[in-house]
């Protein structure tokens, strides 16, 4: 490493960053402190206070700046249908669709045996009590259809078959604007199975 | 924008940092404040810090810590080669050369009349009055072979020319390990007009 004292500090904390490697993080760090210091501070400031505004809904586990999420504290979603996500992000991301109107639970992670992350890992027993003591429907699996994805599933599909809810998950299949040409093997194989009547 | 408060706060000074865009400001705020709260606290002291000792060294204008900078400061340093270079990390990054022994001169910028940068807002005066004070017989122009550096390269061209030092440029050419047939037109064109007798 190239720079010593606070500069190398602010590289190596830069560098923890994924995405940003060791390059990166040196131009970062010299742009920030020879260039732009207002930024600098700016950026110290908001990652104090947004660590300090924000936890997690204690009953969905999304981020929030409030006792209670938006999503658990409004009265007008179905209580019946709870969407099951990796991290707060896709709870934006679904809400930005405006096709679903229940609750949310975050799993803050995907089961991956090799990286050491099993169900104790995520917030799979807050899951099992939520779904205890309230009486839901369907459980919506809005996981990305990765190969860690694809094991939280499949795990979460049979520890789920026990309990009332009906257990569902997002489809698969070729994106909107997609090419069949440039589609995976493995995608359009389930396009094929999954195929619906037109009406 | 998905986030509002102080994660929102976050989200757009991380965004105004060099080639992150709004996505990746999204999923770094995030990691951040969701799983990363002790690196998201340290970049914010590390930050802080950093910003707080560096400062520009009063006579080449590199950052540091000290009062002056180790180059400056160092006597058995060559007083008569100045090399001028564009940043702070490109002095670090020719001393790890191990082939120059001279001192250094921080432009902090490169001539771009499009982007309204002229000769003012570049370390251009400090440059001259420095020249003048004291006696260098060579200056070294260690700037990037863009249309920005070499515009820059030509006016200190023209500027020093009247001065008592020869000024010299990097050479130009095909990188080591690089191929020709992958070489662009203009650096095969400066290879073979700045070709050299092998001994």
């Known amino acids: 490493m190239l720079f010593h004292g606070s500069l190398g500090e602010l590289q190596k904390h830069l560098k923890q960053l994924p995405g940003i490697g060791a390059k990166t993080a040196q131009r970062l760090a010299l742009h ?29 586990l999304m981020l929030t700046d409030a006792p ?24 934006y991301l679904l809400e930005q669709t405006g096709e679903y109107h229940g609750r949310y639970f975050v799993l803050g992670g995907l089961l991956s045996p090799l990286d050491g992350v099993g169900p104790d890992e995520i917030h799979l027993p807050e899951l099992l009590e939520l779904l205890r003591s309230r ?31 009906t257990v569902t998950r997002l489809s698969t299949g070729i994106p909107f604007g997609g090419d069949i040409g440039y589609t995976s093997q493995v995608t359009l194989s389930n396009a094929l199975l999954r195929r619906f009547s037109i009406e």
């Open 32 to 60: 920030l402190v020879a260039s732009e210091r207002e930024l600098a501070l700016g950026l110290a400031d908001s990652l104090r206070l947004a660590v300090a505004d924000y936890h997690a809904c204690p009953r969905c």
């Open 68 to 91: 209670m999420c938006a999503f658990c504290a409004d009265e007008n979603r179905d209580d019946t249908r709870l969407c099951v996500v990796e991290s707060t992000l896709d709870v």
């Open 135 to 165: 009486q839901v429907e369907e459980v919506i699996l809005a996981l990305n259809p990765s190969t860690e994805g694809e094991s939280t599933i499949d795990y979460l599909g049979s520890l789920l078959a026990e309990l009332p809810p």
